[in-house]
């Protein structure tokens, strides 16, 4: 393993010009979510040649290396809908579309590693995963998941990285256990009987039935959770009605549920959906509960997450202490299905938080991701040998 660090290290330092070149294109030329082909193709051709396989929709696998029981590395290919603010030469030249969460420096941190691994060799073959729809539904992991591809490559581990401002430059969170909270929308609809506002008497105002629907949900993190527990609750949107001197017939709520335990998040759905109806009912309204499952729990593989730290101080990176959020990521499917670890890499000096119009780390923290990946991947590595 010694000997497959340094001549990877040394192939992976010369690929980084390469690599900051392509991150500029691909920040350049941003697209959405489901629509991410010339963000693969573009990918493509600057990885190794091979054979790729086509998934979910507009994203790819690709295998570097020969047969053999495989270690996956994930990079993700879809931008936000936010206009670019940021000033550089390269910034979107898409309006009202941005690179805004780091996926252009993921990519290009992936490119580069794959390329060293293509060069040298490495103690396994890898499998580059492109993968789309990471910022919106249906997730491009979950599809990739229940393709096969994985298991068709013989995958044995996923690894992945993301930028993290929370972080000082040269630091990677490297945290066993939950580190993303699983991550699921609902919708409340409130329905009572509409009237003329004059007469509230003679109507079942859902608005007011709603904004206490509202108020009684918070007691559900408060006092139904352990106050130990990770768990967030927020709506986000509310909408009722269309004129000031009528009360409408429905009202609606829109929101999130967070939590790090799967026994929180089963709690909050079924929870949810009772104290919306009870609620309801006592201003002689009904409340129909709605909830999308997305994200479960992004759980890092221990034994996984033990053999990365001492790498990556070998790669000249600080472990950071445990860094765990209500954020989501669609990794947790892989880690639902696959040993597999997601490495937070620090970017602060500088740049603005995840999603900001102006968030742009510099091309410097591709060298970071990339030694970041490349632990994880020789830690991966290590039982295949």
Request: proline share 7%; with cysteine.
């Amino acid at each position: 393993m010694t000997g497959h660090l340094a001549a990877l290290t040394a192939a992976l330092d010369e690929e980084l010009p390469a690599a900051a070149a392509l991150r500029h294109r691909i920040h350049a030329r941003p697209c959405p979510s489901g629509a991410e082909a010339p963000t693969r193709d573009l990918v493509l051709a600057a990885l190794p040649a091979g054979s790729a396989t086509k998934v979910a929709d507009t994203g790819a696998v690709l295998r570097i290396g020969g047969p053999g029981p495989a270690v996956a590395v994930r990079a993700e290919l879809d931008a936000l809908a936010v206009q670019e603010k940021s000033g550089a030469a390269w910034a979107s030249a898409h309006p009202g579309l941005m690179h805004a969460c780091g996926h252009d420096v993921h990519l290009a941190a992936l490119t580069a590693l794959a390329r060293a691994i293509d060069r040298t060799g490495g103690p396994a073959p890898l499998l580059a995963v492109l993968q789309p729809r990471e910022e919106t539904y249906p997730s491009g992991a979950r599809d990739i998941v229940e393709d096969g591809v994985l298991e068709r490559e013989q995958c044995r581990a996923v690894i992945g990285a993301h930028v993290q401002p929370l972080l000082p430059a040269g630091t990677v969170a490297c945290t066993p256990g939950g580190v993303n909270a699983s991550a699921d929308e609902f919708t409340i609809t409130v329905r009572g009987r509409s009237g003329h506002a004059a007469y509230p008497h003679l109507t079942r105002d859902p608005v007011v039935a709603l904004a206490h629907v509202v108020v009684a949900l918070q007691s559900l993190v408060s006092r139904g959770t352990d106050p130990m527990s990770h768990v967030v609750l927020t709506v986000g949107t509310l909408a009722a009605g269309t004129a000031a001197n009528v009360i409408p017939g429905t009202a609606e709520a829109r929101g999130t549920l967070r939590a790090l335990g799967n026994d929180d998040r089963e709690m909050l759905h079924t929870r949810l959906a009772e104290v919306a109806g009870l609620v309801a009912q006592t201003h002689g309204c009904t409340a129909q509960t709605d909830i999308t499952r997305g994200e479960p729990v992004l759980d890092n593989d221990p034994a996984l997450t033990a053999a990365t730290r001492p790498l990556l101080g070998t790669l000249g990176l600080r472990a950071a202490d445990d860094l765990r959020s209500a954020g989501s990521d669609d990794f947790s499917f892989f880690c639902a299905h696959l040993p597999s670890l997601m490495l937070f890499v620090g970017t602060h000096g500088g740049t603005e938080q995840l999603h900001s119009p102006t968030f742009l780390p510099p091309d410097e923290r591709i060298r970071d991701v990339a030694h970041a990946l490349l632990a994880g991947y020789l830690a991966a590595a290590e039982p295949l040998t």
